[in-house]
């Protein structure tokens, strides 16, 4: 069945300092691939996605590229900012309408 | 505005005490689902619903029920709450369809807490 992987936090950072957070995938087909982000007492939304192999999506400075031959998706920014820190889930989606999230990674920014 | 609403957002109860959590959405979305979220845990699926009176399990499916006769509600019931069903409770919708690769809208979530 399909599966997602991500890297364990969490992970600390301080302010202006480079992320990655590692993504690799499992699934049938060709899926869709997110990443969330769910903020301190909030729900989750939708941080980027990417749809076919080679996509790249962004948002917020954010990025990662679908990268089908090593089933990955990772999550990258240049200069993260205290307002960055929350937890991050990589999902994909296969046939259908069902999403299968990774185990979400904590991020915390210090000044 | 477009949004998922849940209630309530917070409930201590005591096990065997019946309760139900509603959710409700309105962007006219087919798909409907429950997760919930557990350290270490990242969310998994409960129920999920492609449209009225159509539900299906998820990953976790015991001990909840469903149902959904508006295309708005997808209410998850508790008939006999346990502690190990103490955790976070998010309700998503989607657009269906073939493609199936629309996003997913969460709600705020109901931390739920059974003694």
């Known amino acids: 069945g399909d599966s997602v992987t991500q890297m364990e936090g969490p992970v600390t950072l301080s302010e202006e300092a480079f992320l990655t957070i590692n993504c690799t995938y499992t699934?049938?087909?060709?899926?869709?691939l997110f990443w969330y982000v769910q903020y301190p007492g909030e729900g989750l939304q939708l941080l980027l996605k990417?749809?076919?192999?080679?996509d790249k999506g962004s948002n917020k400075g954010f990025e990662a590229t679908y990268r089908k031959e090593t089933t990955s998706f990772h999550l990258e920014k240049g200069s993260v900012q205290v307002s960055d820190s929350a937890v991050y889930f990589c999902a994909l989606r296969s046939s259908g309408s069902r999403l299968t999230f990774g185990e979400g990674t904590q991020l915390t920014v210090n000044p | 505005e477009a949004q998922v609403t849940q209630n309530p957002r917070y409930l201590i109860t005591v096990t065997g005490k019946k309760l139900t959590v509603t959710c409700s959405q309105n962007m006219n979305h087919e798909y409907m689902s429950w997760y919930r979220q557990d350290p270490g845990l990242g969310l998994r699926q409960i129920y999920y619903s492609m449209n009225v009176e159509v539900t299906d399990k998820g990953d976790v499916p015991e001990g909840y029920k469903v149902s959904r006769k508006e295309k708005r509600n997808f209410p998850l019931i508790l008939e006999s709450p346990s502690p190990n069903q103490t955790s976070l409770y998010f309700c998503a919708s989607s657009w269906g369809g073939l493609s199936g690769k629309g996003e997913q809208f969460f709600g705020p979530g109901t931390r739920l807490t059974v003694l």
């Open positions: 990417a749809t076919k192999a080679d």
């Open positions: 699934a049938t087909g060709y899926p869709s």
